[in-house]
C-alpha cells in the first residue's frame, strides 16, 4: 500500500485553567521618603517574570509592582513610593506537560490597603490569572493513499494558523519635554508612568510594521512660596520593524506592548530653570506572526479485502476568524465643588464579560479612576477619590458560527487634559477595545496506517439488514461491514446519501462483492 506523507505546524491547546490569588504584603517605604501621615492610593501593576509548564499545571513567579501616594508632615502636598512584592501560583491544567508553552496572563481585580505606622502598610491585591497549555511540535500525517479500489478513503478539509514566528524584541524612544512657561520650573519629578495606545500592527513587503504612541503625563513638585504638585504631559511617536522569514500570503501577526523601562531626568534650560526633562523609553514588543493554511486530511481508511491497522491523532487548535476594534467614551461627573485643583487621574479599565450575541460581540467592563486632588479650605489637604465606572460596547461581527469563541482587551487611547485645568470638570476618558474572534477546531487525522494479517469478518446469512441507529453515517457502515459507501447506497437505491434517519433498514452488501 502507498501513501503520502505531510507536516504540519500549529499550535495545539491542550488545556485551559482559570483562578485567583490573592498577594497580601506588609510594606516598607523607602529610607529616602518621608513617613506617612495618610495614604491616598495604591496601585499595583502585575509583571511575569517566569513561567512553565509542569506535570497538569503552570507554574507562575513574578512580582506585583505597588506605587503609593501618600501624604507626610512636609511642606510638600503629595508624595509617591514604589514597592513591590514576589508571588508564585500555579495554574491547574489536566494533559500539561513539560517542555510545553504556555500562554499566561494576570490582571489585578481588587486591591485593599491600610496603614500600620509612619513606615509600613499593609497591601491585598486580588489576581485573576489565566493560562493555556500549548504543543506545537510538528506533526506528520497520512495526506493520500493510493492502493486500489479496495481501500476505502475519507477526507475532510480544514484551515488552521500556522505560526511563523515569535518575535521578543525592544524599541527605544529618546525626547525631552519642555514645562510650559505657564507652570513654575521643576524641583524634583514624582511621578512618569506611560500610556501606550494608537497601536497598530500591519505586514508590508514581508516585514511587521509595529506603531504606537506612549502618552506621558508628569507630575513634579515645586519651589513657590508654597510647594505645590505640578503636572505636564507629552505624546511620543514609535515605530518598529520586524523582518519575516518569508514573504507569504495571508499572513496576519498579532503584537502584546509594554513599558520595560523609564528614565527621566531633570534639566536646566537656557535661561537656567529646570524645566527640561529628557526621557528615555523602552518598550517592549512581543510579536506572534502566523499565517492561514488549508489541506486536505485522511481522517479514516479501510480495506474491503483486507485489515488496516490505522493509528489517529486528535488535534484541539483555534482558528482566528475575525480581529477588530471599538471605541467607547467614558465620562463621569466630577464633585468639583469640594476640589480646589485636581494633581492626578489614573484609570485602570478591565473588561468584566466578552460574549457573542446573534452577530454581535458584546463588551462590558469596569474604568477604576484614582483621582487626587487638593480639598477647598485653608487647612485641607490632598484627598483621593476612587470610582469604578461602568462601560460597554459592541463589536459586529459577520457569519458568526456556534462554535465561536471571543477575547477582548481594552486600553487607555486618550484622557481629556480639561480635568485638570477647567473649574467644573468631567472625567473623559476614550478606551479602545479590540476583540478577537475564534473557533475551536477538533480533528482526527490518520498518522500511520499499515496492512496486517488477518481473515475479514464472513457473513453467514446470503442477506444481512441492518437498522440504522443515532449518529449512523453510511461510511461507519460501510466500514462496519468491509464493503463501500457506493454499493450500499446502490443496492438500496438511496437520492442522498448524506441523509439517513435512524431506524431506516438498510441492505448490507457482502464483504469484498462488487
Same mark, same amino acid.
Given at each position: 500500500?502507498?501513501?503520502?506523507?505531510?507536516?504540519?505546524?500549529?499550535?495545539?491547546?491542550?488545556?485551559?485553567?482559570?483562578?485567583?490569588?490573592?498577594?497580601?504584603?506588609?510594606?516598607?517605604?523607602?529610607?529616602?521618603?518621608?513617613?506617612?501621615?495618610?495614604?491616598?492610593?495604591?496601585?499595583?501593576?502585575?509583571?511575569?517574570?517566569?513561567?512553565?509548564?509542569?506535570?497538569?499545571?503552570?507554574?507562575?513567579?513574578?512580582?506585583?509592582?505597588?506605587?503609593?501616594?501618600?501624604?507626610?508632615?512636609?511642606?510638600?502636598?503629595?508624595?509617591?513610593?514604589?514597592?513591590?512584592?514576589?508571588?508564585?501560583?500555579?495554574?491547574?491544567?489536566?494533559?500539561?506537560?513539560?517542555?510545553?508553552?504556555?500562554?499566561?496572563?494576570?490582571?489585578?481585580?481588587?486591591?485593599?490597603?491600610s496603614k500600620i505606622s509612619g513606615r509600613k502598610l499593609n497591601v491585598k491585591?486580588?489576581?485573576?490569572?489565566?493560562?493555556?497549555?500549548? !504543543? $506545537? %511540535?510538528?506533526?506528520?500525517?497520512? +495526506?493520500?493513499?493510493?492502493?486500489?479500489?479496495? *481501500?476505502?478513503? @475519507?477526507?475532510?478539509?480544514?484551515?488552521?494558523?500556522?505560526?511563523?514566528?515569535?518575535?521578543?524584541?525592544?524599541?527605544?524612544?529618546?525626547?525631552?519635554?519642555?514645562?510650559?512657561?505657564?507652570?513654575?520650573?521643576?524641583?524634583?519629578?514624582?511621578?512618569?508612568?506611560?500610556?501606550?495606545?494608537k497601536k497598530e500592527t500591519s505586514i508590508e513587503e514581508g516585514k511587521i510594521i509595529i506603531s504606537g504612541?506612549?502618552?506621558?503625563?508628569?507630575?513634579?513638585?515645586?519651589?513657590? !512660596? $508654597? %510647594?505645590?504638585?505640578?503636572?505636564? +504631559?507629552?505624546?511620543?511617536?514609535?515605530?518598529? *520593524?520586524?523582518? @519575516?522569514p518569508e514573504d507569504a500570503e495571508d499572513v496576519f501577526a498579532s503584537c502584546e506592548y509594554a513599558i520595560n523601562d523609564l528614565y527621566t531626568e531633570l534639566k536646566e534650560d537656557d535661561a537656567g530653570e529646570a524645566r527640561l526633562i529628557d526621557v528615555e523609553i523602552v518598550v517592549g514588543i512581543n510579536a506572534k506572526a502566523k499565517k492561514k493554511c488549508q489541506h486536505t486530511i485522511v481522517v479514516d481508511a479501510y480495506n474491503t479485502a483486507s485489515i488496516l491497522e490505522i493509528e489517529k491523532k486528535k488535534l484541539v487548535i483555534e482558528n482566528t476568524c475575525f480581529m477588530d476594534s471599538a471605541e467607547v467614551v467614558v465620562k463621569e461627573p466630577i464633585p468639583a465643588s469640594e476640589m480646589e485643583k485636581i494633581y492626578d487621574l489614573t484609570c485602570v479599565p478591565s473588561i468584566t464579560e466578552c460574549r457573542i450575541t446573534e452577530d454581535m460581540v458584546d463588551i462590558e467592563g469596569i474604568l477604576e479612576s484614582h483621582i487626587i486632588y487638593k480639598s477647598r479650605g485653608e487647612e485641607s489637604g490632598p484627598e483621593c477619590i476612587i470610582e469604578e465606572v461602568p462601560f460597554k460596547t459592541q463589536v459586529k461581527?459577520?457569519?458568526?458560527?456556534?462554535?465561536?469563541?471571543?477575547?477582548?482587551?481594552?486600553?487607555?487611547?486618550?484622557?481629556?487634559?480639561?480635568?485638570?485645568?477647567?473649574?467644573?470638570?468631567?472625567?473623559?476618558?476614550?478606551?479602545?477595545?479590540?476583540?478577537?474572534?475564534?473557533e475551536i477546531i477538533e480533528k482526527e487525522l490518520v498518522v500511520k496506517m499499515e496492512e496486517v494479517e488477518g481473515e475479514l469478518p464472513i457473513h453467514k446469512s446470503s442477506i444481512t439488514i441492518y437498522v440504522v441507529q443515532p449518529k449512523d453515517t453510511l461510511w461507519k457502515i460501510a466500514k462496519r461491514y468491509y464493503t463501500t459507501v457506493e454499493d450500499i447506497v446502490k443496492i438500496n437505491?438511496?437520492?442522498?446519501?448524506?441523509?439517513?434517519?435512524?431506524?431506516?433498514?438498510?441492505?448490507?452488501?457482502k464483504a469484498g462483492k462488487r
Open positions: 500500500m502507498e501513501y503520502g506523507r505531510d507536516v504540519v505546524k500549529f499550535d495545539q491547546i491542550i488545556g485551559e485553567g482559570r483562578n485567583q490569588m490573592l498577594v497580601e504584603r506588609d510594606l516598607i517605604l523607602p529610607d529616602i521618603n518621608p513617613d506617612i501621615a495618610k495614604i491616598l492610593s495604591v496601585l499595583g501593576n502585575v509583571n511575569i517574570t517566569r513561567q512553565s509548564v509542569e506535570q497538569d499545571r503552570i507554574g507562575i513567579e513574578g512580582t506585583v509592582d505597588f506605587e503609593i501616594i501618600y501624604t507626610a508632615k512636609t511642606q510638600q502636598p503629595i508624595l509617591i513610593a514604589h514597592q513591590e512584592a514576589e508571588f508564585s501560583h500555579y495554574i491547574d491544567i489536566l494533559g500539561a506537560l513539560p517542555m510545553m508553552e504556555s500562554d499566561v496572563k494576570c490582571r489585578i481585580e481588587h486591591t485593599d490597603f491585591c486580588v489576581i485573576d490569572a489565566e493560562g493555556k497549555a500549548i !504543543e $506545537n %511540535t510538528p506533526l506528520e500525517f497520512v +495526506s493520500n493513499i493510493d492502493s486500489g479500489r479496495d *481501500t476505502q478513503v @475519507l477526507e475532510d478539509s480544514f484551515t488552521w494558523d500556522e505560526p511563523i514566528g515569535e518575535y521578543m524584541e525592544q524599541t527605544v524612544l529618546r525626547g525631552t519635554i519642555e514645562i510650559p512657561q505657564n507652570l513654575p520650573p521643576a524641583v524634583e519629578i514624582l511621578k512618569c508612568n506611560g500610556i501606550i495606545h504612541n506612549v502618552y506621558l503625563p508628569i507630575l513634579f513638585s515645586t519651589e513657590e !512660596e $508654597n %510647594t505645590d504638585v505640578c503636572r505636564a +504631559s507629552d505624546d511620543m511617536v514609535f515605530t518598529h *520593524t520586524i523582518e @519575516l461581527v459577520p457569519e458568526i458560527k456556534p462554535n465561536m469563541k471571543c477575547h477582548a482587551c481594552v486600553d487607555i487611547e486618550h484622557i481629556d487634559s480639561g480635568i485638570f485645568t477647567k473649574k467644573e470638570p468631567d472625567m473623559k476618558i476614550l478606551l479602545g477595545c479590540k476583540v478577537l474572534v475564534y437505491d438511496i437520492t442522498n446519501p448524506d441523509l439517513i434517519v435512524s431506524g431506516m433498514k438498510l441492505i448490507i452488501p
